[in-house]
Structures are given as structure tokens and as C-alpha cells.
């Protein structure tokens, strides 16, 4: 893993991972690799830095935006349990798929994206067949034009 990780290095990573081969220093295991790595070139504060970005993200047009935006930033945080990531999630949603998707009480992120994609679905449907839907009502209504 580490030879593959290597042959993907270029500039300032590249030439810190052949001044440790230089100095006999090569790290001998993949989590040794992968810690030398991120205390070299990560910033101390990266976390929290990533947790910020978190608290900023907001869904603000396209759904599949938002939730590949959202894997991104906590696929690189370290040690953050799953309620508060769908918590985090939810709480980021537009508001009326925010209520939605809080109303059918997920625990878990993925069904946290299940259910919010569900109903954006059921609302493009709607729109393009000019019917107002509201989840939290038994029945739909057609609007005439």
C-alpha cells in the first residue's frame, strides 16, 4: 500500500518521502505512513477546521450537491459518532426536506439520505405534474392553471 500511495506523491510530499528513505526513516507500516503524512502536511487545527466547514455547509439548490459535499467533509473527520452526523445533516437540509426527513427520525446518515432524496424525488415528480404535495397532510391536492 505505501509503494502505490508513493507512486501517487508529487512535489513538497514527494521529496519529504525520499528524505526519510535518505535517512533510513521510512515508516514501516501503513497507519505509521499514513500519521507521518498527516502531521507533515496537515494543519494542527484540521479538524476543527473540518467541523467548521460542517456547521457552514447548507443545502442551497441540488440535493445530490449537498449530500456529495457533506461525504466529503465527514469522510475525513476522525471520531465523530453517527447521531451527530445525521444531526448534522439534517439540521443543514432545506427546510422543508429538513422537516421531512426529522419527521421519519433517522439513525443514520444513509437513512437520513434515503429520505430526504425520496422526497426531493416526490417533489420534482409533483412539480413537473403540477401537484402540491405536503408529506405532513394525508392528502395531495392538484393545482389548477
Not at 505505501?2 to 521529496?15: N, R, Y
Not at 434515503?114 to 426531493?120: N, S
Request: proline letters at 3%.
Amino acid at each position: 500500500r505505501i509503494s502505490l500511495a508513493v507512486s501517487l506523491l508529487g512535489g513538497t510530499a514527494l521529496q519529504w518521502f525520499v528524505n526519510l528513505k535518505l535517512k533510513n526513516q521510512r515508516p514501516s507500516s501503513w497507519n505509521e505512513f499514513k500519521e507521518q503524512l498527516r502531521s507533515q502536511f496537515q494543519p494542527v487545527d484540521f479538524q476543527e477546521h473540518l467541523r467548521q466547514k460542517l456547521l457552514q455547509l447548507k443545502q442551497k439548490h441540488i440535493l445530490q450537491d449537498y449530500i456529495q459535499a457533506f461525504r466529503n467533509i465527514v469522510g475525513q473527520i476522525h471520531n465523530m459518532d453517527e447521531l451527530t452526523q445525521v444531526i448534522f445533516f439534517v439540521n443543514s437540509l432545506s427546510s422543508n426536506t429538513g422537516l421531512y426527513v426529522r419527521s421519519k427520525h433517522p439513525q443514520t446518515v444513509e437513512e437520513a439520505i434515503r429520505e430526504a432524496t425520496t422526497y426531493d424525488n416526490v417533489m420534482a415528480i409533483g412539480k413537473t405534474n403540477n401537484v402540491t404535495y405536503n408529506p405532513f397532510l394525508e392528502t395531495s391536492s392538484t393545482v389548477e392553471l
